[in-house]
C-alpha cells in the first residue's frame, strides 16, 4: 500500500479533489490523517496486477462453466427435438395408414352394395352401367332404366324392349340403326332369343346372349 495526497490522489485517479473527498466520504477510498494531513491509501500496482489477473481467472473459470453449461442444455434440448420429430413423424404415419384403411372398407362396402344390387335387383342391366349410376355419373338416357324395363308381367323377369337395350348400351346413333336391323332382321326369322308383342320387340340379356348380332356376324 501506499499514501497519497489529495492532490496526488486526484492526479493518480485523473480526477477532481473533490470526487477524491467524495470517494473517501462514500468509503470506496480508504484514507488516514497523519500530523494533520489526510492521504489515500492506494493499493501498490503490483497488488493491483494480480487482483486484476484473480479476476480475470475467476471469471475465465465462471464463462467457461456457464459455455458447459449451455452445451449440456442445447444436448438435452436437441434430443427432446428429435424424440419429438420422430413422435410426429410416426403419428402421422399412422393416421394415414387408418385414412387409407377406412377408405378401403368403404370402397369394399360400396362395390358390394353395387354388386348385390347388380346382380340381384337389376340382373337384366349391364353392371357396368349400375356402377357409373351408382357413382354419380350422368347417363343421358337414366330413364331406360325406368321405361319399358319390364314388359307386360307373362314375359318374366329380364326381359327389356330392343329401344331399350340400345339405350342401355349407349352406341354411337349410326351403330344402333345397324344394330337395330339386324336385331329385327333376327326376330323375324323366328329367333327365339326374341319374343315379338305388337310393334315391339323384346329380347333378355340375361338369358340369351347377342354377341353374334352385336357384331354383325
Do not use: C
Not at 470517494?23 to 500530523?35: K, P, W
Not at 438435452?76 to 427435438?81: D, G, W
Not at 395408414?97 to 358390394?112: F, S, T
Request: charged share 35%.
Amino acid at each position: 500500500m501506499k499514501k497519497l495526497t489529495i492532490a496526488d490522489a486526484a492526479e493518480y485517479f485523473k480526477v477532481s479533489k473533490e470526487a477524491i473527498h467524495n470517494r473517501i466520504r462514500r468509503g470506496s477510498l480508504n484514507s488516514i490523517v497523519e500530523n494533520g494531513v489526510k492521504y489515500v491509501s492506494v493499493a501498490s500496482e503490483k497488488s493491483n496486477t494480480a487482483t486484476n489477473n484473480a479476476n480475470d481467472n475467476r471469471y475465465t473459470l465462471y464463462i467457461e462453466q456457464e459455455n458447459e453449461r449451455l452445451r449440456e442444455k442445447v444436448d438435452v434440448l436437441e434430443k427432446e427435438t428429435g424424440r419429438l420429430r420422430d413422435q410426429r413423424e410416426l403419428m402421422l404415419i399412422n393416421e394415414r395408414i387408418n385414412v387409407e384403411q377406412i377408405y378401403k372398407e368403404r370402397d369394399a362396402q360400396l362395390r358390394n352394395i353395387l354388386n348385390v344390387v347388380a346382380t340381384k335387383f337389376l340382373s337384366h342391366v349391364s353392371e357396368e352401367l349400375v356402377m357409373q349410376e351408382a357413382m354419380g355419373e350422368k347417363i343421358e338416357q337414366a330413364d331406360a332404366i325406368n321405361a319399358d324395363i319390364v314388359p307386360d308381367v307373362e314375359l318374366g323377369e329380364g326381359w327389356i324392349t330392343l329401344k331399350s337395350f340400345l339405350k342401355l348400351k349407349r352406341y354411337a346413333d349410326s351403330m344402333k340403326k345397324n344394330i337395330k336391323r339386324r336385331f329385327k332382321a333376327a326376330a323375324m326369322e323366328g329367333d327365339e332369343r326374341f319374343i315379338e308383342l305388337g310393334e315391339k320387340i323384346y329380347l333378355n340379356p340375361s338369358l340369351h346372349e347377342y354377341a353374334d348380332l352385336l357384331a354383325g356376324r
